[in-house]
């Protein structure tokens, strides 16, 4: 890792604008968010994409590639049916 821009983990997610200014702030939060919604760096045009330096940062795209939109969406249907389990299951209690 040479370059960093934030760092996400668990529920958290902490991004800088040292080293990049401001007009990166919005692209690389999306990245760090993708991450704690368990996306990983993606090989497609896509926000999560990996970026080694401030220029590869800049020319990836700031939305969700086909693939990682359908990962997402696959994600928050695990989430919901899990929420729905847990409701289920306190209920009976």
């Not at 983990?9 to 990166?24: D, N």
């Given at each position: 890792?040479?370059?960093?821009?934030?760092?996400?983990?668990?529920?958290?997610?902490?991004?800088?604008?040292?080293?990049?200014?401001?007009?990166?702030?919005?692209?690389?939060?999306?990245?760090?968010?993708?991450?704690?919604?368990?996306?990983?760096?993606?090989?497609?045009?896509?926000?999560?994409?990996?970026?080694?330096?401030?220029?590869?940062?800049?020319?990836?795209?700031?939305?969700?590639?086909?693939?990682?939109?359908?990962?997402?969406?696959?994600?928050?249907?695990?989430?919901?049916?899990?929420?729905?389990?847990?409701?289920?299951?306190?209920r009976l209690k």
């Amino acid at each position: 890792m040479n370059f960093v821009f934030g760092v996400a983990m668990q529920s958290r997610a902490i991004v800088s604008s040292f080293r990049t200014g401001e007009k990166l702030i919005p692209k690389e939060v999306v990245h760090g968010v993708g991450y704690i919604f368990g996306l990983s760096h993606c090989k497609n045009y896509c926000v999560m994409q990996f970026s080694n330096s401030v220029m590869e940062a800049i020319a990836k795209p700031d939305i969700l590639c086909e693939k990682c939109e359908k990962n997402l969406q696959c994600i928050k249907t695990f989430f919901n049916y899990a929420t729905i389990y847990v409701k289920c299951q306190m209920r009976l209690k």
